[in-house]
């Protein structure tokens, strides 16, 4: 199932919304791309955060 800015997984929601949405668009492309959900979730929170890192962006919400 595709995930939006507005619908996506619970592990997303102390992402920065910059970050989230990186995660979100990898992850629809990896589905895309045929992978199971769970695997792509796992690589695009990855690729997402080095991504956040790579420009200097803050990763998650303060608490």
Not at 22 to 46: F, M, V
Not at 50 to 61: D, F, L, S, T, Y
């Amino acid at each position: 199932m595709p995930w939006t800015k507005t619908d996506y997984p619970d592990s997303l929601k102390n992402f920065m919304a910059p970050v989230r949405n990186k995660a979100i668009e990898i992850a629809n492309a990896l589905l895309a791309e045929g992978r199971p959900e769970d695997a792509a979730l796992a690589i695009a929170t990855q690729k997402a955060k080095e991504w956040g890192e790579n420009r200097g962006k803050k990763i998650r919400k303060s608490r």
